[in-house]
């Protein structure tokens, strides 16, 4: 397959992961809290989408190795390693959202803060990826690498903030949500929309695409 080809593919998880990201907290996570026995469907659904958006960040996570190898192969992989860090992390604390589910009242409002606690940590992981890759993206298109850079940034300092003062990072939430979703799916749309790679190998440059800024 050419590198172009998986770009498109991981295009299209990537926008699969935002949106189901965006439905699950405002749709089930936010408009629900604690589950009882009168949402427990809808909080099991947002469930299985976490699994699902988790497959497709690890699909994600390869093509940006693919993709990136070419310009640095080391850092790629080492953007690998610490973004499969994050999705362990954040697979582990989803183990809490079923306990939420199964245990009404206090015992599952704890559950669900330590999902979120668990979540901010993975989120600090990704930061640090989407810098990385982002520096190695802004190698082929500078507006791109610069935006998904600054997601990385609002993504780290929230998770600092996370660690150092709780209070705080629950008031900037919505404010780092602005620049993390524009610089993602800046991103996405990037990958899914660039001409990566000619010829039969599977190994282009996207250096060598005029599609690319």
Do not use: K
Not at 144 to 162: E, F, I, P, Q, W
Not at 174 to 185: D, H, K, L, Q
């Amino acid at each position: 397959m050419q590198t172009r080809s998986y770009a498109r593919v991981g295009g299209v998880l990537y926008l699969v992961v935002i949106a189901i990201g965006a439905l699950i907290e405002l749709g089930i996570r936010q408009r629900i809290g604690v589950p009882d026995a009168a949402n427990a469907g809808l909080w099991r659904l947002g469930i299985l989408g976490e699994l699902v958006l988790l497959v497709c960040a690890v699909g994600v996570t390869w093509v940006f190795y693919v993709v990136l190898r070419d310009v640095n192969r080391e850092l790629a992989l080492l953007g690998v390693m610490l973004n499969m860090v994050g999705v362990i992390v954040e697979a582990a604390s989803t183990v809490q959202l079923v306990l939420a589910g199964f245990q009404p009242g206090p015992a599952g409002g704890m559950a669900v803060m330590t999902f979120g606690t668990g979540f901010g940590i993975a989120l600090f992981f990704n930061g640090i990826v989407c810098g990385l890759f982002g520096w190695l993206i802004h190698r082929l298109s500078r507006v791109v690498g610069t935006l998904y850079m600054l997601a990385g940034l609002a993504y780290a300092a929230h998770s600092v903030a996370l660690v150092l003062a709780p209070a705080v990072a629950m008031r900037m939430f919505m404010y780092i949500a602005v620049p993390a979703f524009i610089g993602e799916t800046t991103t996405a749309v990037w990958l899914l929309f660039t001409s990566a790679g000619r010829g039969a190998g599977s190994c282009g440059s996207l250096a060598a695409s005029p599609s690319v800024p």
